[in-house]
């Protein structure tokens, strides 16, 4: 698994052909092109054919796309704030995801992942 970070911020994670992140939709949806963004540096360094996952907290929903959505549907914004440069994101408008619940966790695969949950590997 590949976790890219800005200093010390993780953006995401790329774990076989799937990129994965989370969100909180009051934070970091873009709400002008009602899209999720992700560091274009970062979708410059994904495979051709990545999936993308992208886990929304707040209401735990699951967006998946491509990285050839991105490239073919999304569009490049740079914001700069006083105390922090966000660097150029391209963002997706949310039409391009499929949007799906979460599949429920349980037993031994529920052990897993609040293990890897509380290591900071997921």
């Known amino acids: 698994m590949k976790t890219f970070m800005k200093g010390k911020k993780m953006i995401g994670s790329l774990e076989g052909n799937v990129f994965s992140k989370e969100v909180m939709k009051s934070k970091h949806l873009f709400r002008t092109l009602n899209a999720w963004g ?11 054919d990545t999936k993308i996952v992208i886990h929304e907290r707040e209401e735990d929903l699951l967006y ?20 922090e440069d966000h660097d150029t994101q391209q963002f997706l408008p949310l039409k391009w995801f499929q949007v799906d619940k979460p599949k429920k966790l349980e037993g031994d695969e529920l052990a897993k992942h609040e293990y890897l949950k509380s290591q900071g590997l997921i």
């Open 38 to 48: 992700i560091d274009a540096k970062v979708l410059s360094q994904l495979p051709a």
């Open 64 to 83: 998946t796309t491509t990285r050839g959505e991105y490239a073919l549907h999304g569009a490049y914004f740079h914001f700069q704030q006083p105390r």
